[in-house]
């Protein structure tokens, strides 16, 4: 028989419905009714507009709008897309952290937006250097912003722009776009060779970071029961559920309207959502059968073939945007071995609730009592089934000239 209610989350609790015809819905009370769902012709996929920033722009684009096009594709939290591009000084690009689009619950120092951020820089330096540019990259111009400060509407750099043929074009420009976050089930009994893990690892250590990969079974396990634990936590703490739950995107009108957060497009959650049988809103209790569905959506996030993490000793606003840009060339280097990758952040990140499983991370790592900071954790193997582009909003929407 079909589950009951055939889901599948993403760590940031997207969820994509299976498409079967005739569902069994469980109601929020317990019960369980088949759903006659009107789901034939019912699209799962994003509406086109959302991902048509994934289209290569043409050659002819302005250089600087032809960077911000490529560095709109990083990899970002909850996809918030924290940026503001500022073009009024001529030749360089003001990033600037939007303040509208951070995560004050669950990234209560912006650290994670600083990463999406320093994601977003390398892809436009490599974009420049395919246009025969170089660019000069300066962290903070204005000073960083304090540790426990969010750095809303901060300038994160400026990246001054100068024409140089001789700049060297960088091989992984030709996978940024074919980079998406796998957040499906993955093969497990398929292994990633070690000349792969080295290269992941060397994408954050060229750029003065440590890193490196768990994949021993006993300590995949205490790695998935961290993830778990600290998942649940996040669900089950208002404040953090919430957050998330008002940035999900529900279908394609609601997607068209905010290219941003959590899209959801599949066909029951949608359903479920337009006849009132499912509220974003009602925060897991644990024994609810809500929360036993969120709870079962995990599942998918205990598989792969192992589990990779960036780290640094220090924890400056300058090393957080540094692992985004170490991040984002590890993912480009796993998507042309045909590697797939899926941060899994609950555990590293900053609010109180986390903190038992945070420290049992860094004991698991070898960390314990340093100062190490781990920036990044991330599963890492070969998706069972196929995954596309996320929403983007465009380019024109970033930019203040
Ligand atoms: C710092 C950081 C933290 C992230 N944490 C999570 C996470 O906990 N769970 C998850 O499903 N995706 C996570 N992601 C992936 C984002 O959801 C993803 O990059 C975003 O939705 C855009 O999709 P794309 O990477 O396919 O372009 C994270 C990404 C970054 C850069």
């Given at each position: 028989m079909t589950s009951a209610l055939c889901v599948e989350a993403s760590a940031d609790n997207s969820v994509s419905a299976?498409?079967?015809?005739?569902s069994f819905i469980r109601l929020a009370g317990g019960g369980v009714v088949m759903a006659a769902l009107p789901l034939a012709g019912c699209s799962t996929t994003y509406p086109a507009a959302a991902v048509a920033a994934w289209q290569a722009p043409t050659e002819a684009t302005d250089i600087r709008r032809w960077m911000l096009a490529h560095g709109l594709l990083a990899p970002n939290p909850h996809n918030r897309q924290p940026w503001i591009a500022d073009l009024k000084r001529e030749g360089e690009i003001t990033l600037i952290c939007d303040g509208d689009r951070l995560l004050p619950e669950t990234d209560p120092y912006g650290r994670q937006i600083l990463i999406g951020c320093g994601a977003f820089i390398e892809l436009a330096v490599m974009a420049a250097a395919e246009r025969g540019h170089r660019v000069l990259v300066q962290p903070f111009p204005d000073g960083e912003p304090g540790a426990?400060?969010?750095?809303?509407?901060?300038?994160?750099a400026r990246l001054k722009i100068e024409r140089d043929t001789a700049v060297a074009k960088d091989?992984?420009?030709?996978?940024i776009r074919r980079r998406h976050t796998h957040k499906g089930a993955y093969d497990n009994a398929r292994a990633v060779p070690a000349d792969a893990w080295k290269a992941l690892e060397m994408a954050a250590t060229e750029r003065g970071l440590q890193a490196g990969a768990v994949t021993e079974a006993a300590a995949m396990a205490q790695v998935r029961r961290i993830t778990r634990e600290s998942f649940e936590t996040e669900i089950i703490t208002p404040r953090t559920y919430l957050e998330s739950a008002r940035l999900m995107r529900i279908g394609p009108d609601e997607i068209s309207k905010n290219r941003d957060g959590i899209s959801l497009m599949g066909s029951m959650v949608r359903v479920m959502a337009s006849v009132g049988m499912f509220d974003r809103f009602e925060v897991p209790v644990r024994g609810s059968s809500n929360y036993k569905q969120t709870m079962d959506r995990w599942a998918a996030h205990e598989t792969g073939s192992g589990y990779y993490w960036i780290s640094s000793r220090t924890n400056t606003r300058g090393v957080q945007v540094d692992s985004g840009r170490a991040y984002v060339r590890a993912h480009l280097r796993a998507t042309a071995l045909g590697i797939d990758m899926h941060p899994l952040s609950q555990a590293v990140q900053e609010f109180a609730e986390v903190k038992p499983q945070y420290d049992a991370l860094k004991s698991l790592l070898g960390m314990a009592g340093t100062g190490t900071t781990v920036q990044m954790l991330v599963r890492v193997g070969y998706g069972a089934a196929g995954t596309g582009p996320s929403p983007r909003r465009d380019v024109a929407s970033l930019i203040r000239a």
């Open positions: 299976s498409p079967s015809r005739r426990l400060e969010l750095p809303a509407g901060r300038v994160v091989p992984l420009f030709a996978q």
